[in-house]
């Protein structure tokens, strides 16, 4: 044969195909194949075991009768509201002050940045002996003579969400003013002479300048938090282990339950395919305003 | 002094109102920007630092203290007791041997699944940035719009993948686990850097005959440290501090440290015994926060690459 001549297509640049065939495998069997096979057996009544039995959509009618499904999902909502508003908020407060040529600037930054690296379980596990109210600052509070204090998020029901979130941005908020006092040192230092000789206000300057300037970042960031509610499951798991009762469930945690306690797969794949779909919600808007919109211009 | 002062002062608000502003601005150390700028954040710092400071002083006192006292307060007589406890005999059911054996399976994964996932992510992004072959940006692309779908779409496929290998529930399906999953974002960040250096490099190289392993162990490997750096420290702390792939993949003899500190923590058996529980959560956080004072800088630059592009 004349292969020996002409080599075939296939084995121009072998190497370089070889050192990519993990990323092609992964690319196409996880997450293409995983995918695409957990979305068909969410249609399934499969339960200890994988099986193609179809019952159309009976797991996602069930799914969203089931009330731990829906405190799960309102709980999301709510510590996604949370997170989006005050890490942004507080993010870019302490990324503006850090941003006014401070001392001890790394000290700071060092200071704000250090809960990041550290696991959702050991932020889990701290704040919730912070907020044992035995122990934590409910009894320190009532030791110092308030003795009708109350705080003890974690053991009341409809509050049990929010002390969650108050770890959950202890934790986080530092990466998004990092990510923020990078933006604001990418916009121009003539833009702050020219606003100063204008005798614009330092907060109208923010406001109306550097903001609408920095909305790359404010969108990465967006994106970044987004990503990040959809997946909270172990800071829940260490804090409150769901509880009191299913207060403070969220999507993640049913998933993991159902698939691997509850012996209800198709339970689980259901839910699974649910949080992919408020992924795809967030993401693909902003894919195509960030990548479609390049295109065209 | 005030009085021998004031007038002084006077004259050169005069002189700057007539001339202009001259010489090196006036510093008001305690201006009343400066008192809220400083004071607003040293409060901030104080609350960042409050559960740091508050889990060390638990974990040195005793359970009569605590119980007596208060979190905030620092420990009359100081014990390391707690940290011995939690380290060698602290009881995830039926074990008791402390978090020591999590510590261990905790490096046993971490160590493999850095110097894996590393590897095939810096390859790959080689040669997606030098050596482009039709359809490797296809791949490229699915592998980074992959890295949004949530954990638990893919979880269950690959416990089955696992389970057919032969390998569930192992400390090698784990490490696996975690090179794919550190997959896109470390070859996002290689792709880039290798982009980003001089093409007359790789051309000269060429010409030069060095094939595709010969540029990338003699040339790209050394010119690239500062990048495998920022790669190392992002996976060291995002595995380190894994639980889901932890609790998933593996058995409870195998379990790493994170789950494990949650078994003893949250066990529902026994007394709480809260100083041995904040020394084992300090040692726990211990290895990545130590990676994260060291790097310094480079954490910063290593999450913010991480962030920012992906």
């Given at each position: 044969?004349?292969?020996?001549?002409?080599?075939?297509?296939?084995?121009?640049?072998?190497?370089?195909?070889?050192?990519?065939?993990?990323?092609?495998?992964?690319?196409?069997?996880?997450f293409?194949?995983?995918?695409?096979?957990t979305?068909?057996?969410?249609?399934?009544?499969?339960?200890?075991?994988?099986?193609?039995?179809?019952?159309?959509?009976?797991?996602?009618?069930?799914?969203?009768?089931?009330?731990?499904?829906?405190?799960?999902?309102?709980?999301?909502?709510?510590?996604?509201?949370?997170?989006?508003?005050?890490?942004?908020?507080?993010?870019?407060?302490?990324?503006?002050?850090?941003?006014?040529?401070?001392?001890?600037?790394?000290?700071?930054?060092?200071?704000?940045?250090?809960?990041?690296?550290?696991?959702?379980?050991?932020?889990?596990?701290?704040?919730?002996?912070?907020?044992?109210?035995?122990?934590?600052?409910?009894?320190?509070?009532?030791?110092l003579?308030?003795?009708?204090f109350?705080?003890?998020?974690?053991?009341?029901?409809?509050?049990?969400?929010?002390?969650?979130?108050?770890?959950?941005?202890?934790?986080?908020?530092?990466?998004?003013?990092?990510?923020?006092?990078?933006?604001?040192?990418?916009?121009?230092?003539?833009?702050?002479?020219?606003?100063?000789?204008d005798?614009?206000?330092?907060?109208?300057?923010?406001?109306?300048?550097?903001?609408?300037?920095?909305?790359?970042?404010?969108?990465?960031t967006?994106?970044?938090?987004?990503?990040?509610?959809?997946?909270?499951?172990?800071?829940?798991?260490?804090?409150?282990?769901?509880?009191?009762?299913?207060?403070?469930?969220?999507?993640?945690?049913?998933?993991?339950?159902?698939?691997?306690f509850?012996?209800?797969?198709?339970?689980?794949?259901?839910?699974?395919?649910?949080?992919?779909?408020?992924?795809?919600?967030?993401?693909?808007?902003?894919?195509?305003?960030?990548?479609?919109?390049?295109?065209?211009? | 002094?005030?009085?021998?002062?004031?007038?002084?002062?006077?004259?050169?608000?005069?002189?700057?109102?007539?001339?202009?502003?001259s010489?090196?601005?006036?510093?008001?150390?305690?201006?009343?920007?400066?008192?809220?700028?400083?004071?607003?954040?040293?409060?901030?710092?104080?609350?960042?630092l409050?559960?740091?400071?508050?889990?060390?002083?638990?974990?040195?006192?005793?359970?009569?203290?605590i119980?007596?006292?208060?979190?905030?307060?620092?420990?009359?007589?100081?014990?390391?007791?707690?940290?011995?406890?939690?380290?060698?005999?602290?009881?995830?059911?039926?074990?008791?041997?402390?978090?020591?054996?999590?510590?261990?399976?905790?490096?046993?994964?971490?160590?493999?699944?850095?110097?894996?996932?590393?590897?095939?992510?810096?390859?790959?992004?080689?040669?997606?940035?030098?050596w482009?072959?039709?359809?490797a940006?296809?791949?490229?692309?699915?592998?980074?719009?992959?890295?949004?779908?949530?954990?638990?779409?893919?979880?269950?496929?690959?416990?089955?993948?696992?389970?057919?290998?032969?390998i569930?529930?192992?400390?090698?399906?784990?490490?696996?686990?975690?090179?794919?999953f550190?997959?896109?974002?470390?070859?996002?960040?290689?792709?880039?850097?290798?982009?980003?250096?001089?093409?007359?490099?790789?051309?000269?190289?060429?010409?030069?005959?060095?094939?595709?392993?010969?540029?990338?162990?003699?040339?790209?490997?050394?010119?690239?440290?500062?990048?495998?750096?920022?790669?190392?420290?992002?996976?060291?702390?995002?595995?380190?501090?894994?639980?889901?792939?932890?609790?998933?993949?593996?058995?409870?003899?195998?379990?790493?440290?994170?789950?494990?500190?949650?078994?003893?923590?949250?066990?529902?058996?026994?007394?709480?015994?809260?100083?041995?529980?904040?020394?084992?959560?300090?040692?726990?956080?211990?290895?990545?926060?130590?990676?994260?004072?060291?790097?310094?800088?480079?954490?910063?630059?290593?999450?913010?690459?991480?962030?920012?592009?992906?």
């Amino acid at each position: 044969m004349s292969s020996s001549k002409r080599p075939s297509k296939l084995f121009r640049n072998l190497n370089a195909k070889v050192a990519s065939i993990p990323m092609i495998l992964t690319a196409l069997v996880v997450f293409v194949g995983g995918t695409a096979w957990t979305v068909l057996y969410s249609f399934t009544n499969s339960k200890l075991l994988p099986r193609l039995n179809f019952v159309g959509l009976d797991q996602y009618h069930r799914l969203w009768s089931t009330s731990r499904w829906l405190v799960s999902i309102e709980n999301l909502l709510i510590y996604g509201a949370i997170s989006l508003v005050f890490s942004l908020v507080i993010g870019f407060l302490l990324a503006a002050l850090l941003d006014q040529k401070i001392r001890f600037e790394d000290t700071f930054r060092t200071i704000f940045l250090y809960p990041f690296a550290l696991s959702f379980i050991v932020t889990g596990l701290v704040w919730q002996w912070l907020l044992n109210p035995d122990f934590g600052v409910q009894r320190v509070v009532r030791d110092l003579g308030w003795t009708s204090f109350s705080f003890d998020p974690l053991y009341n029901s409809s509050l049990v969400i929010y002390g969650i979130s108050i770890a959950a941005l202890w934790q986080g908020t530092g990466l998004i003013m990092c990510l923020m006092l990078a933006g604001l040192r990418g916009i121009d230092e003539d833009i702050w002479k020219a606003a100063r000789v204008d005798g614009i206000p330092m907060w109208k300057t923010y406001l109306f300048i550097v903001i609408p300037m920095m909305r790359p970042v404010f969108i990465t960031t967006l994106v970044i938090i987004a990503a990040g509610i959809v997946k909270v499951y172990d800071l829940v798991v260490a804090q409150t282990s769901g509880g009191p009762g299913i207060a403070s469930e969220v999507p993640a945690k049913y998933v993991y339950d159902y698939m691997f306690f509850a012996q209800n797969l198709g339970q689980g794949f259901a839910a699974s395919t649910m949080m992919l779909l408020s992924v795809v919600i967030v993401i693909v808007p902003w894919a195509y305003l960030e990548f479609g919109g390049k295109k065209r211009g | 002094m005030a009085d021998g002062a004031s007038p002084s002062t006077g004259a050169q608000a005069l002189k700057r109102n007539a001339a202009g502003p001259s010489g090196p601005k006036p510093r008001h150390v305690l201006s009343r920007r400066n008192i809220f700028l400083y004071g607003t954040l040293i409060v901030v710092a104080l609350y960042y630092l409050l559960p740091l400071y508050v889990m060390i002083v638990t974990s040195l006192k005793g359970m009569p203290e605590i119980r007596l006292g208060n979190i905030f307060s620092p420990p009359v007589e100081i014990t390391f007791e707690p940290w011995v406890k939690a380290w060698a005999t602290a009881c995830t059911g039926l074990n008791c041997d402390g978090l020591s054996r999590g510590f261990w399976n905790s490096v046993r994964i971490t160590v493999p699944s850095v110097i894996l996932s590393i590897a095939i992510a810096s390859v790959n992004g080689y040669a997606l940035a030098n050596w482009r072959f039709k359809g490797a940006d296809t791949f490229f692309i699915i592998l980074i719009v992959g890295a949004f779908i949530p954990y638990q779409v893919m979880i269950y496929p690959i416990v089955i993948i696992l389970r057919e290998i032969g390998i569930y529930g192992t400390l090698t399906g784990l490490v696996i686990v975690h090179s794919i999953f550190g997959m896109p974002i470390l070859t996002l960040l290689f792709r880039n850097y290798f982009t980003s250096m001089p093409e007359e490099l790789f051309r000269a190289a060429r010409v030069d005959g060095a094939g595709f392993w010969g540029i990338y162990l003699r040339i790209m490997l050394p010119m690239s440290l500062p990048i495998f750096v920022v790669a190392i420290i992002l996976q060291v702390t995002g595995i380190w501090n894994d639980f889901l792939f932890g609790v998933v993949y593996t058995r409870p003899d195998t379990y790493p440290m994170t789950v494990q500190l949650n078994n003893i923590v949250n066990s529902v058996q026994g007394v709480k015994e809260y100083n041995v529980n904040m020394a084992a959560t300090i040692l726990t956080g211990l290895v990545p926060l130590i990676v994260y004072f060291v790097s310094g800088k480079l954490f910063v630059r290593g999450i913010a690459a991480g962030a920012v592009k992906g």
